[in-house]
């Protein structure tokens, strides 16, 4: 993996502290702002991948990991009347909240493959990842609270408003071909009727010449 041009590749041994470095939260990373903008990059790709997930396919059929019943059955346990369609940020930054997601996580130690990975997390689950509507969370806490809206229909609001979107793109489109069609067949016609109105005039113009070719035949 090359980091910057005119750098040399980091040996084995960099690659697993990076990788190391990229799976921890956000706080541990102190000032260091290689560390950080590597893992802001990254969760910016884990997230733009899995919005087209949910924008291109119906949310309720999809499958995050191999346990996802069990990150689900657990989460529902723990937070059971956690509002999850618009995401209060104290309910999960505040120290009492920390003290109540630790445990959770934790259960997912070796079950999830970089179960404290940083990724990003939507908090209105209605809207894309923008700033406003973003925070920095740990990967299980993602999982759990996407396979929630998933599951319970929130994330459908997503595919919905892109299918609609298709659809009245694709609308668009045919009524456009529709009123070209139109505009083509109108067009069609009116050379039509000039030809016809050229034809008569040109008949009329024979029978005019005729009429004075016999009228100076009789003259002679």
């Known amino acids: 993996m090359e980091t910057t041009r005119g750098t040399a590749e980091p040996v084995p041994g960099e690659l697993v502290s990076v990788a190391h470095a990229l799976s921890l939260p956000a706080e541990s990373y102190g000032n ?39 990150i689900y059955s657990e989460f529902r346990k723990n937070f059971e009347k956690l509002r999850i369609d618009v995401l209060d940020p104290e309910e999960l930054k505040s120290e009492s909240a920390k003290e109540k997601w630790r445990p959770f996580c934790l259960k997912f130690d070796g079950v999830v493959e970089d179960f404290n990975y940083g ?4 908090l209105d689950c209605s809207q894309g990842y923008t700033e406003e509507n973003t925070i920095f969370a740990p990967r299980i806490q993602f999982l759990a609270i996407e396979i929630a809206r998933n599951r319970e229909g929130y994330n459908k609001a997503v595919y919905t408003s892109v299918y609609d979107k298709e659809e009245e793109k694709e609308g668009n489109h045919g009524r456009g071909k529709g009123a070209d069609s139109a505009q083509a067949e109108e067009k069609g016609a009116n050379r039509e009727r000039e030809k016809a109105k ?15 070719h016999k009228s100076s035949e009789i003259a002679m």
């Open 32 to 70: 260091d702002p290689d560390i950080e903008m590597a893992w802001a990059m990254k969760a910016m790709q884990h997230a733009e991948v899995y919005y087209k997930l949910i924008s291109s396919v119906d949310p309720q059929f999809l499958k995050l990991t191999k346990v996802d019943d069990q």
């Open 198 to 212: 050229t034809n008569k005039g040109e008949e009329k113009e024979k029978e005019a010449n005729k009429e004075i």
């Open 119 to 122: 990724t990003l997390l939507r």
